[in-house]
């Protein structure tokens, strides 16, 4: 028959000194018949001692030397499958364990060799869990061991939390070392207590000599007050957490960037315990973001030091940057500028907006011209020089655009081409004007016969003959065409005296004054605007009378049903003065605007203006551009037409 090895179970031993007989020897066995005299006498059955033996949860049994179960609560029968009565008198290794002998770790065998008080925690199948074990000797009147009581407490419950929590512990553990991230416990005087793998690859420190520092002692210097500032805030409760970007100094002595996030983990009561920090090493990330900002910064001194404005544009025509330039040429600033319509800033948006267009269609526009406006108002004439910048994927995504400023360029275009006009228009009237001097001189002295042999035949008829009215009239033709012979003599005849100051106000007063009958005629008042009287130009005696008349008499006869003409001058500017004649007539047509100051060319949209030459506009432009200054008008069918003369104010 084969002996069944004892059950093995994992049990933690207390035990005490093993008790000694007077010899030193162990106590002896007394006899059979003895012990169990002795037991019925030491353990009555009923009455009171076996309610109460009944009544206690734990497992208790009373086991003899032999292992027998000598009697078994109430408790330790219904777990065993059994009544009281079946257990008695059983070996209890055979019950309780399932094995032919005592196992190794029997408490009470170990009571049986030292007659010592012993326990154990073992996990018995058995009985159905884990179990906290004692065994405490009896012994009869003379001191002899005779067995011992055995009583077995369940702590299922206790151990299985123990295990959970245990294992809980290691997963905590585990996942606290193997975080990819920088963690740390830090208590609340700010010391590691415990710092996982990745913060030492952080900081270079090995964990021994982390944990024997405080998170100030590897901080940058820069960095800490700031920080403990913020933990402190934590600890109080004030904040619940925080984060930050912040230095450590490696061991190494380099610099290491992490992003740091602290929160306070507290008891089950509330109670602080400590910091639970991480940190994620952002250096590479830093060392971008430091080259970018290296890179923006060189990047936008580049745009910056452009004299042209730059500007770059979305797909949705809104502005994202600009350069110094630009806000000096909108009189807008940066932050004004982005975010805002490009189209918005130039005289034609439409055309802007066309241009921008163009650009994310075709890649790019060349010499694109605008005209850029101000805030106040002010124009400057731009040439756009465009392309696209796409994304990593090549989708265009906005317009570099630079604005080359040609305003002088066009001034000096717009001067060139007026030079050039005025030299061909001064060319012409020079022939014309020699060829109606030579006409009007050949002319001239017939003329004169005429006229004095006409005064002879005119004192020759008397006052009161019927035929008196013609004979004025004939010298009144006589005189109108003398007048035009003057005038086509004076378009190219030279200056007879050289030019000085002409006081302004004066000159035109005498002006209006000449031209009170002719306004009567034509019930047109003139309307002097104010001129001070120290205000003076520059042109010979008797010019600026010639150039305000010619003027003056063209504006009265603008009107067909009488009108007001007005008179400016304009003394604003330190180098000339501007005389401005204004009508509310009929306007010069479009067509001939061109052509107005040639010779012989007459609007003729009145009858009183075709009965002249044409010649009064030349002779004031011939006049104006002999001193140096210029003469411009606009003029719309039915609302007027205005001419400003500019004449230098002193001697250049």
């Given at each position: ?7 093995e ?17 162990p ?5 059979a018949g ?128 123990q ?79 925080y ?28 109670q ?15 060392r ?7 890179a ?34 909108t ?65 265009a ?6 604005a ?22 001064a060319?012409?009237?020079?022939a ?53 012979v ?28 000449m ?109 104006v ?28």
């Amino acid at each position: 028959m084969t002996t069944k090895k004892p059950r093995e179970a994992t049990s933690e031993r207390h035990s005490t000194p093993t008790a000694k007989s007077d010899d030193g020897q162990p106590p002896t066995e007394p006899s059979a018949g003895w012990r169990l005299s002795a037991e019925s006498a030491a353990f009555p059955e009923g009455g009171l001692w076996e309610r109460t033996f009944d009544a206690v949860p734990e497992l208790i049994a009373i086991i003899d030397t032999q292992h027998r179960i000598l009697r078994a609560n109430k408790a330790m029968a219904e777990r065993l499958g059994l009544t009281k009565e079946q257990c008695a008198g059983k070996a209890c290794y055979s019950f309780v364990h399932g094995a032919d002998e005592p196992p190794a770790m029997c408490p009470h065998s170990q009571l049986l060799k030292d007659g010592q008080e012993h326990a154990a925690d073992i996990c018995e199948k058995g009985l159905g869990g884990h179990f906290h074990v004692s065994v405490s000797p009896i012994r009869d009147s003379a001191g002899n061991l005779i067995g011992s009581v055995h009583i077995a407490r369940d702590i299922t419950e206790h151990k299985q939390a123990q295990e959970a929590l245990l294992e809980s512990e290691e997963r905590f553990r585990l996942t606290f070392d193997q975080l990819p991230i920088g963690a740390a416990m830090v208590s609340l005087d700010f010391r590691y207590l415990r710092v996982n793998e990745a913060l030492c690859r952080i900081t270079g420190y090995p964990r021994e000599e982390l944990t024997n520092l405080g998170f100030p002692d590897i901080t940058h210097p820069d960095d800490v007050a700031g920080d403990l500032e913020r933990a402190q805030r934590v600890v109080t409760g004030e904040i619940d957490h925080y984060e930050m970007d912040k230095r450590y100094i490696r061991k190494d002595g380099e610099i290491a960037w992490i992003h740091l996030v602290v929160r306070l983990i507290r008891s089950a009561a509330g109670q602080p315990l400590y910091c639970l920090p991480t940190m994620r090493d952002i250096t590479e990330r830093k060392r971008i973001e430091d080259a970018l900002k290296l890179a923006n910064a060189y990047n936008r001194s580049l745009i910056e030091v452009s004299l042209d404005p730059l500007v770059t544009i979305g797909p949705d025509g809104k502005i994202t940057d600009v350069n110094v330039a630009t806000e000096e040429a909108t009189g807008r600033s940066r932050k004004e500028l982005i975010g805002t319509d490009f189209c918005s800033y130039f005289t034609d948006p439409e055309k802007a907006r066309a241009g921008y267009q163009r650009v994310f269609r075709d890649g790019f526009v060349r010499d694109y011209a605008l005209e850029l406006r101000h805030r106040d108002e002010k124009v400057t004439f731009v040439l756009y020089n465009a392309s696209v910048y796409r994304d990593d994927n090549g989708k265009a995504i906005g317009v570099f655009a630079a604005a080359r400023d040609i305003t002088d360029r066009k001034r000096a275009e717009e001067s060139l081409r007026r030079s050039e006009k005025m030299q061909a228009e001064a060319e012409k009237l020079a022939a014309t004007g020699r060829m109606a001097a030579q006409v009007a001189h050949e002319i001239n002295n017939p003329l004169a016969g005429i006229k004095n042999s006409f005064r002879l035949i005119r004192d020759a008829v008397p006052k009161d003959h019927p035929d008196r009215d013609m004979v004025e009239r004939i010298e009144r033709e006589i005189d109108r065409i003398a007048h035009i012979v003057r005038q086509m003599y004076e378009l190219h005849s030279p200056r007879a005296h050289a030019p000085r100051s002409i006081a302004v106000g004066q000159t035109i007063g005498d002006v209006i004054a000449m031209l009170e009958p002719l306004c009567r005629e034509h019930e047109v008042a003139i309307e002097l605007g104010p001129v001070p009287a120290e205000l003076m130009a520059w042109l010979p005696e008797g010019s600026l009378q010639q150039i305000v008349y010619n003027l003056t008499v063209n504006a009265i006869q603008a009107y067909t049903h009488g009108g007001i003409v007005n008179i400016y001058v304009d003394d604003t500017d330190t180098e000339y003065v501007v005389i401005s004649v204004r009508d509310r007539g009929c306007g010069i047509p479009l067509e001939l605007q061109d052509r107005v100051f040639e010779p012989f060319v007459s609007a003729e949209h009145t009858e009183a203006t075709k009965q002249g030459l044409g010649l009064g506009l030349s002779i004031v432009k011939s006049i104006v551009g002999s001193v140096g200054g210029m003469i411009e008008f606009e003029s719309n069918i039915n609302e007027g037409t205005c001419f400003h003369v500019y004449l230098r104010s002193k001697q250049p």
